[in-house]
């Protein structure tokens, strides 16, 4: 059963889990929210909000799209330290006059974790997707994506990623993610090209597991 629709609740649009175009449930209706008036700071409410973490940047939005023509908000004030972003000051609903419309990006922290090691710098790799932790199966994946994992979890240098089984042992659960492909330099694994949520070929023995410094 899907949570009861409030004030303040927040999703992004497109396809990854912490990055995207920002839209707010407000009067009964989700609503883009204009560039203007718009800070890091209440960019790191909503990062909290999702569980992504914190902010990495926030920017205009390449996409303004028709559904949401006449449906905006501007005006949210946040101190910072709120958990949500209905604990803002009230903003102000409006016509969606401007095409400056709110894009996010969040460091996705809090959506992946290394297990099964005793450590949070090395196992087998989980990301959060749809209210559940699932693997990540190990088609394309090379110490790149291993890369990547270990810069978003502030875990240094990736020291090797392999399949788990030998150390970390095989996960249960969905396996969210197979042919992932970083170039090696980008701040979150989100930022990262794979087959879809849920899209793969793969059994738990095929697990993913990275080892950072």
Do not use: M
Not at 24 to 34: A, E
Not at 48 to 68: A, D, K
Not at 88 to 108: E, M, V, Y
Not at 161 to 178: C, E, K, N, T, Y
């Amino acid at each position: 059963s899907s949570p009861a629709l409030h004030d303040g609740l927040v999703r992004l649009s497109g396809e990854r889990q912490c990055e995207g175009d920002v839209e707010v449930f407000i009067h009964q209706v989700w609503r883009r929210v204009l560039l203007d008036s718009w800070s890091l700071t209440e960019s790191s409410v909503v990062c909290r909000q999702l569980g992504c973490g914190s902010v990495l940047n926030f920017y205009s939005s390449s996409s303004s799209s028709p559904e949401h023509s006449h449906e905006c908000v501007t005006g949210f004030q946040c101190s910072g330290s709120e958990a949500h972003l209905g604990n803002c000051s009230s903003p102000q609903t409006l016509n969606c006059s401007s095409t400056q419309q709110l894009s996010i990006t969040c460091l996705g922290r809090g959506s992946i974790r290394l297990v099964g090691s005793g450590g949070d710098c090395a196992g087998r790799l989980e990301v959060f997707h749809s209210g559940s932790w699932g693997t990540v199966c190990d088609d394309s994946w090379d110490i790149k994506d291993a890369r990547v994992v270990c810069r978003q979890l502030q875990c240094g240098v990736a020291l090797s990623s392999q399949q788990v089984p030998a150390w970390f042992g095989p996960g249960s659960g969905p396996i969210w993610l197979d042919e992932v492909k970083c170039e090696g330099n980008e701040t979150s694994l989100w930022s990262c090209s794979s087959s879809g949520w849920g899209k793969h070929d793969c059994i738990h023995k095929e697990d993913v597991g990275v080892v950072c410094s």
